[in-house]
């Protein structure tokens, strides 16, 4: 099993940045690719980006590209989300999870998921 709780969520204003981070636990190492989605208030979960075992490939979707970057310390067993020029449509409870295979990345078919933490940008 592999625990993942996600922090650095908040409200900020349109423009501003701010980092998630997620922490890992449990039988982590760092043979799980980690991926990031979000779900805004009466939407389905979306895919925002992954990022692979060794942090050699990453994968960022459309809506978010050259805003958001992700980036992991597997030291620390720690996935990193850095998001600049947060605008309001990005309010959503962001979700982090592991995924055990290392392709297909974008996909929800992760094997461990984090409770979620909330970003509300304001206008």
């Known amino acids: 099993q592999v625990q993942l709780v996600e922090s650095g969520g908040g409200l900020v204003q349109a423009g501003d940045s701010l980092r998630l981070s997620c922490a890992a636990s449990?039988?982590?190492?760092?043979?799980?690719?980690m991926g990031w989605f979000r779900q805004a208030p009466g939407k389905e979960r979306e895919f925002v980006t992954a990022i692979s075992w060794n942090g050699g490939r990453t994968y960022v979707a459309a809506s978010v590209k050259g805003r958001f970057t992700i980036s992991r310390d597997n030291a620390k067993n720690t996935v990193y989300l850095q998001m600049n020029n947060l605008k309001p449509e990005d309010t959503a409870i962001y979700y982090c999870?592991?995924?055990?295979?290392?392709?297909?990345?974008?996909?929800?078919?992760?094997?461990?998921w984090g409770q979620g933490t909330q970003v509300t940008v304001s206008s």
């Open positions: 449990g039988r982590t190492g760092s043979n799980y690719a």
């Open positions: 999870a592991a995924r055990r295979l290392n392709y297909d990345l974008g996909t929800g078919l992760y094997d461990y």
